[in-house]
């Protein structure tokens, strides 16, 4: 172990309460793909449990909108445009890309501009997915001027309002939460300020380099050690108490808060963004009259309780098995945020 991450472990070992379980949640995948590739839960006493929470933005893309995406991409006047991530999803239709329709693969939002100009026969469709960090491009997206031959799906979530279900919940039991970097950086570290003030869960900003963890893990058991619940920032390079304005007003001048469905959790109100009123016209929803199908379970999968913290990738009987990367039955297992793709691919 490098000297900083031995002081940090040595410390973290120092001050974890004994005889008392703590459980710390990450909402980030990035956050969990460091704390498994660096090893970080083989270093932590027994009783501190790190646990990966709705930190992936395609894990919990509701089910409804990706089909809406996959009839769209069928349909001969149509191309589909989204994350790549996004084509391998699976549903109980399969995923856009085994549905083989017309669709084309991304990796920012303005080369939907290309797209369109390169197609000006073709309804061009942008499925727009994730958390605040995907929001601001889409809303940055717009505010540079739709061709008229684009709309957007959107199936765009907060991170703020899934943790408050989280702390809700008796059975998730959380005690601390790392708040993730990135979507701080966008919606700023008093966005958190509710978990510790309302719940008394302290709550920590941390980067994405082990040691910065680790950091954000020590500020955590001294809080519990001293019986406090405070907001804290390790993050402070990146992350300001407001966060970035400019992309707040941007996504609040199109997007509006909406009741949404997140796959394997349900509807939950204000928990996510949809397009005003007065931008129906781009809105694939409403432009292509898209209904709201009910999701259907994948047999098996427990992506559900592992999103929530209720459980681990290697609870599934289907992990490693049945399921694997290249062949993924469930949402987890797709994306290199999905807790089950990092815990397989880093074997944890
Ligand atoms: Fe679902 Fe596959 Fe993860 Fe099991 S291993 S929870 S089937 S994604």
Redesign the pocket.
Known sequence: MKGRIKELVEAIHKLAPKGKKVKIMNVCGSHEHTITVSGMRSLMPENIELVPGPGCPV?VCSESDIINAINLSKRDDTILVTYGDMLRVPTRMGSIRSNGGNYRMVSAPHEVLRIAKENPDKNVVFFSIGFETTTAPTAALIEMGLPENVTILTSQKLTPEIMEVLVKDSEVGVDAFVAPGHVSAIVGANAWRVFPEKYGIPTVVAGFEPDNLLLAILKILIQLRENRAELENVYRGVVKPEGNRKAQELMYKYFEKADVNWRGIGRIPKSGLELKEEYSHINAKKVFNLPEVEEEK?P???????VLGK?Y?K??????T???PSN???????SGE????IW?RFNQ
């Open positions: 894990c994948v098996g999968c427990i992506c559900d309780k592992i459980a990738p609870d599934c009987k289907l992990f490693g049945a399921c694997t993924p039955k469930g949402p987890c297992m797709v999905g807790a089950c793709n397989y």
